[in-house]
């Protein structure tokens, strides 16, 4: 399990770019994460963005796989 940032209230913006895999609750509990960008990754982990509650803009680029419940519990998700 990677639990690198989980419950840090800091992180508005994530680019994760040119990685295997996002961990499962990696960003778990990052309640003012507003900007995610991933490209060019294989998984994201299950639970991985799992309670950010705020509003999120997400962009997904050349993603292979998003395990279950990987956005679970967030609200207001915008792609772009």
Known sequence: KSEIL???????????????????????????LEDVLIS?????GENSFDECNKNMKVSLKNVMVIKKDAFNGCRNIETK
Do not use: H, L, M, W
């Open 40 to 44: 060019n990754t294989q998984i994201v």
């Open 6 to 32: 989980q419950g840090i209230d800091n992180p508005k913006k994530v680019e994760i770019e040119a990685v295997q895999v996002v961990g499962s609750d990696a960003f778990r509990g990052c309640y003012n």
